[in-house]
C-alpha cells in the first residue's frame, strides 16, 4: 500500500474532505462530494481494496487507520445531510482559524494576525494568557460581574441562550475565572470568541474580544490610562490621540470609554469616525469591589482594572476596512492580502 497512496496523504484528504463537506450549500453538491471521497474510484475506496495485498500485520494497522478515515467522512456526510434537510446549521462554535489553507500559498487570517500582535504586546508586559469557556454559565458571564438577574443591562448584551447555559457575551466572564486560577497579583489577558444576537457591517452575531485584567496593590486609574496609551501606540505604530469618557459598566466603577482620534482621516471626520473626528474602541475601569471578591481577592488589599476591546475593530482601523463580513466570508482574494 505504502508505493501507492500513503496514510498521510489520506489523511491530508479527510481533513479536506471534513472541510467540504461542512461548507456543502445543498443535497447535490454533498452528493458530488460523497461521490468523490467514498465512491468507488476514490483514493479511500482504491486504498480499502488494495488491503489484501498486505500482510496480515499490515493489514490489522493499516486497515483500522483506514476505516475510520472512511467513517469520519460518513458520519459527516450523514450530519451535513440531516442540517441541511432541517435548515440548522452549525452555530460557528469551533470555528477553526487554524485550518490549514489549500491551493494558493497559505497566509494568516488577519484576524489571527491581529491577535497574535496583541498577544505579543501583552506578553512583554508578562501578562499570562487565560481561557474560559465560550458555552458560560450565567454565573460567570453575568452575576459574578455583578449583573444580577433582572438588572436592566442585561438585555443591553443580547444574548443567545443554550438551555441553562448562555454563549459568552464579552470576554468578561474570564476575569472570574483568572483570579480563581491564579490569585493576586495578576497580570492576565484572555482573547477569543463572543457572540451578540446582532447582525450588519459592523456587527456580527460572532465577533472577538480581548480583556486585560491587572490585579495588584495601589493600582489606580492614571496606571489604565498609561497601559492603554502605550498599548495603542505599539498596536498601531504611530503616536495615537486618546480620550476617556465616563461610561458604565456594572463590573467596574469608576467606568470610561475610550475614543482615539480617527486613524484615517487623522481626526479631520469621515465615513468611518461618521464626521467626528473620534472613534470608540473600548470600555474600561477599574474593577468593581464585589467583582474581586467573586474571583476570592481581597478588595481591601488589592485593586485591579480591566478593559475589553473588539478585535476586529482593531483590525479594520489597523487594515482600513469599513466591512467586518470580509473576515468571515473567506474570499482567498481578500484573505491573500495580508501578511503582517
Ligand atoms: N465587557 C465590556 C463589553 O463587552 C467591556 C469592558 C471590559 C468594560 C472590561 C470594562 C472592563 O463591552
Known sequence: LSDLVPLSTLKTLLVEALSL?????DLSSLEQLRVRFLGKKSLISLSLKKLKELSLEERKSTGAELHSIRSSVQDALEEKKKALKTGSSSLLLDWDYHCPVYGEEAT???????????EDIFFQWGCVMVDGPQIESDYYNFTALNIPENHPSRTMHDTFYIQDRVLRTHTSSVQIHAMREWGAPLRAIAMGPTYRCDSDATHSPMFHQLEALWVDKDLNFANLKGVLQELLELFFERKVNMRLRRSFFPFTEPSAEVDIACVLCEGQGCRTCKQTGWLEI?????????????????????????FGVGVERLAMLKYGLSDLRLFYENDPRFLRQFFR
Open 21 to 25: 463537506i461542512e461548507r456543502a450549500k
Open 108 to 118: 494568516f487570517h488577519p484576524l489571527t494576525l491581529t491577535m497574535q500582535r496583541l
Open 282 to 306: 473600548l470600555g474600561c475601569g477599574m474593577v468593581h469591589p464585589s467583582v474581586l471578591e467573586h474571583g476570592h481577592i481581597d478588595p481591601a488589599c488589592y485593586q485591579g482594572f480591566a
